[in-house]
């Protein structure tokens, strides 16, 4: 039978890391509490190794010791979730495993022989399944969280390894972030704006706008990474946020590609545009030709 590991660092958010290991003889290297030792030993796997409690020391200072034992056992698949500390220890493992790391894919099959891995490319346009024959190191999302059992019978043997962290590391604090990140994804309505908009003061145009449609304010690249109109969760796109509302209303955004992919899922697409040849003007549901600071205040107040 294959075998697989997955590594779980903090907490049991593992759900979609057990589905993809089903059928295979999956061990859980975790590195975190023992509670999240003792939960993820009751979520089904046939092994725990549990590197012992990480008291205020980051996670990601478990890679090498993760790497050695994940180099020594070579499992035919790592899996780990797309987390910053569990990032590093998949990288690592990929490292000591020599092996390819994949991100984010799409689906994940342990085949007769190897790994078959598919994934988006050229900017989501298209699907590409590779085949590895040997260890594949797998990052993806990892899931919910699994429920602890109530009692320990039947779960897996947690063994546990001393494990050295890197270097003298130690967390001196941990705090709520600032600001409200907004989950676009769930969002039901959007809109966004390009760079169309003049200035950073006229945002207030497609505030109004959102305001009267119950909707979510995203916008294009360069309104976040360049001009900081933005926080990097707002822009929508093949490296940012992908968004699948009933309604998407584009204002002064042209429609490249890059942009396009990430609201493909979309039910309804309104552009405004002074260009008629912008190419969202053209794949658009309703495009309106015209000036957004004519247009938009015209629907705003029509609505
Ligand atoms: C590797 C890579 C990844 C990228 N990832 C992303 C991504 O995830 N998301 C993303 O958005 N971009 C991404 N980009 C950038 C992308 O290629 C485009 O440059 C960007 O989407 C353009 O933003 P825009 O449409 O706001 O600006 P522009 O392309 O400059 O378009 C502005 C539009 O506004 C119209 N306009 C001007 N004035 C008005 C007005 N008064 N009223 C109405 N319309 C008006 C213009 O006709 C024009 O069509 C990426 C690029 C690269 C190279």
């Not at 972030?177 to 169309?196: C, H, N, S, Y």
């Not at 109004?208 to 294009?220: D, P």
Request: include cysteine; charge should be negative; glycine fraction near 12%.
């Amino acid at each position: 039978m294959s075998t697989s590991y997955l590594l779980v660092a903090g907490d049991a958010r593992i759900e979609t890391l057990l589905s993809l290991a089903a059928g295979t003889t999956t061990t859980a290297v975790v590195v975190g509490p023992r509670a999240v030792a003792e939960t993820v030993a009751a979520s089904g796997v046939d092994a725990v190794t549990w590197l012992g409690e990480p008291g205020d020391t980051p996670l990601e200072a478990y890679a090498v010791a993760v790497a050695g034992i994940v180099g020594a056992a070579r499992p035919d698949l790592v899996l780990a979730s797309a987390r910053p500390a569990d990032r590093v220890l998949a990288g690592a493992a990929a490292v000591a495993l020599g092996a390819p790391a994949f991100t984010m894919p799409t689906a994940v099959a342990v085949v007769d022989g190897g790994v078959e891995i598919t994934r988006s490319v050229f900017g989501g346009i298209a699907l590409e399944t590779d085949r590895v024959a040997g260890p594949a190191v797998v990052v993806v999302d990892g899931g919910g969280l699994v429920a602890g059992a109530d009692d320990a019978a039947g779960a897996a043997e947690i063994a546990e390894v001393a494990a050295a962290p890197v270097g003298t590391l130690t967390v001196v604090e941990t705090r709520p972030a600032t600001r409200a990140e907004v989950d676009l994804g769930k969002a039901g309505r959007i809109v966004a704006v390009g760079r169309g908009l003049k200035s950073q003061d006229d945002l207030a145009l497609a505030e109004a706008l959102a305001a009267k449609l119950g909707a979510e304010l995203a916008c294009s690249r360069p309104l976040a990474e360049g001009l900081g109109w933005f926080t990097h969760d707002r822009y929508v796109g093949v490296t940012g946020a992908h968004v699948a509302p009933e309604l998407y209303v584009a204002l002064g955004i042209s429609g490249q590609l890059q942009h396009t992919v990430g609201a493909r899922a979309a039910g309804t697409v309104v552009v405004v545009n002074t260009d008629g040849n912008a190419p969202y003007v053209k794949e658009a549901d309703y495009a309106v030709v015209g000036d957004l600071y004519d247009v938009v205040p015209a629907l705003t107040e029509a609505l």
